[in-house]
């Protein structure tokens, strides 16, 4: 019996996974497989290679050849070179940087959060806008009161030079005898 290294597909369609089983050369690609010695993710930035090297080495060593796919991984990984000792054998496998755990990313966002201002709400209504405003700079407002009250003051001054003339046409009615 032949044995061959190869990949098996899983996963859904457009998301492929891959276990890469050591199975009869004469099988079917996702058939029964003599043995699992590893996983390879290609959806994700680096790729998921994991590889038991020592199962892959034994068959190796007893003659199981690999795919072409799978001998790129092994590649990958420094398998390869181990098994034909050559130079690399530590590989050029890639890893992602582990995750920042959710409970620190929650706890970071709490404080951010506690920093936020303390006057209400981050956008305002005009009005309450205006109010705020007016809080912050009762000074500018008085000095706008007082020009203001000038300009009353001269205003009214006219009026009062006008209310003896409704007098004097008041007066003359008074004096007639009422008959």
């Not at 457009?14 to 996983?39: K, L, M, Q, W």
């Not at 001054?157 to 004097?168: D, G, I, K, L």
């Given at each position: 019996?032949a044995?061959?290294?190869?990949?098996?597909r899983?996963?859904k369609?457009?998301?492929?996974?891959y276990r890469?089983?050591v199975?009869?050369?004469?099988?079917?690609?996702?058939?029964?497989?003599?043995?699992?010695?590893?996983?390879y993710?290609?959806?994700?930035?680096?790729?998921?290679?994991?590889?038991?090297?020592?199962?892959?080495?034994?068959?190796?060593?007893?003659?199981?050849?690999?795919?072409a796919?799978?001998?790129?991984?092994?590649?990958?990984?420094?398998?390869w070179?181990?098994?034909?000792?050559l130079?690399?054998?530590?590989?050029?496998?890639?890893?992602?940087?582990?995750?920042?755990?959710?409970?620190?990313?929650?706890?970071?966002?709490?404080?951010?959060?506690?920093?936020?201002?303390?006057?209400?709400?981050?956008t305002?209504?005009?009005?309450?806008?205006?109010?705020?405003?007016?809080?912050k700079?009762?000074?500018?407002?008085?000095?706008?009161?007082?020009?203001?009250?000038?300009?009353?003051?001269?205003?009214?001054?006219?009026?009062?030079?006008?209310?003896?003339?409704?007098?004097e046409?008041?007066?003359p009615?008074?004096?007639t005898?009422?008959?």
């Amino acid at each position: 019996m032949a044995a061959k290294i190869r990949l098996a597909r899983m996963g859904k369609i457009r998301t492929p996974h891959y276990r890469i089983v050591v199975a009869d050369s004469r099988a079917a690609r996702n058939s029964r497989a003599i043995e699992e010695i590893g996983r390879y993710s290609p959806g994700q930035e680096p790729s998921v290679i994991k590889v038991d090297s020592s199962r892959a080495l034994y068959w190796l060593s007893v003659g199981a050849k690999p795919t072409a796919a799978v001998e790129a991984l092994l590649k990958i990984t420094g398998d390869w070179q181990k098994h034909y000792d050559l130079p690399g054998k530590e590989g050029t496998l890639r890893v992602a940087a582990p995750k920042e755990s959710k409970l620190i990313r929650f706890e970071a966002a709490v404080k951010e959060a506690m920093n936020e201002p303390k006057d209400g709400a981050t956008t305002l209504k005009k009005k309450a806008a205006d109010r705020l405003a007016a809080k912050k700079e009762p000074v500018v407002q008085a000095e706008a009161a007082a020009p203001a009250a000038e300009h009353v003051e001269e205003v009214a001054a006219p009026v009062e030079e006008a209310a003896p003339a409704v007098e004097e046409v008041a007066a003359p009615a008074a004096e007639t005898p009422a008959e």
